[in-house]
């Protein structure tokens, strides 16, 4: 934990806009079978729910925030969450069938309603989510600040947010932290929430907003892999707040799903394919060695 403190801090965001999907299992799936443990384990099959080996069908709901899921330049979903999802649909025979539901905010909703079995999704843990889903923590997450390339008015900390214009995903982990520090503001913050995670960075690229409070991974990668249109953007590596996981959910009344889909992330941990792909997306440093679920308590409180 140690290591994991000083080297990371993420977060993740995300209401129903147009659905996207697409099989887990067709697009890098040749790539993804190649990893060690990477193979159909009938044991875990068969621990499935009865209604999903029936269908042979894993309804799984995601929201853009790269690099954990995003679309690439042919307009294919990619990310360590694409390619988490071909490794489960490979281990438990599956057709995953993921869909982009648009936002962060419909992430809880989509299983709540129970219109998908699953998400996989960078979405924060924390005490009170688990009260509502089971969380499956699958990677360490963190928070930091981005604003535009050079960061011209030389922000250092949540206090130097006081009085800017910051940009946060609705209904997210970091709008919270957000509305907690303006409240200890002597001029408060102008909050910009914004349904969309790339509207969110666009904001910041194109001057609406002087920065936004965003997940430490999602930034990092922003920073090396540029789009949009507008200024650069610069991640503040040097703030790391709120270490915490980022979890998949099911719902608490179908615990035969998630202790499978448990079982089947600890096998890719154990294989050494679970860090390739974290690796993969720059991401080595976030990766968990146990598979756990509802862990938020656990974490640092900050």
Known sequence: MKDVRTMLKIGAATTLVTLMSFSANAAEGEDISKLPGVAMTQKLSDGLPESIKKSGVLKVATDLTPPISFHDDEGKLVGIDADIATALGIILGLDVQMTDVGAGAAIVPAILSK??????????????????????????????????????????????????????????????????????????????AIPKMPDVLQAVRTGRADATVNGYATSVYTTEHQTGNGKGLQALPDIRLAVGYLGMLTSKDNPELSDTIVAALQQMVDSGAYETIMKKWSLGPLAVKTVKVNDAASMPAE
């Open 115 to 192: 219109r998908f079995d699953m998400t996989i999704s960078g979405i924060n843990d924390d005490v009170e989510l688990e009260k509502q889903v089971d969380v499956i923590d699958y990677m360490y997450d963190a928070t930091t600040i981005m604003t535009i390339k050079d960061n011209p008015l030389g922000i250092k900390s949540m206090a130097d947010l006081c009085g800017k214009k910051v940009a946060v995903p609705v209904g997210t982990f970091q709008g919270k932290m957000v509305e907690a520090a303006s409240a200890k503001c002597q001029t408060p913050i102008d909050i910009m």
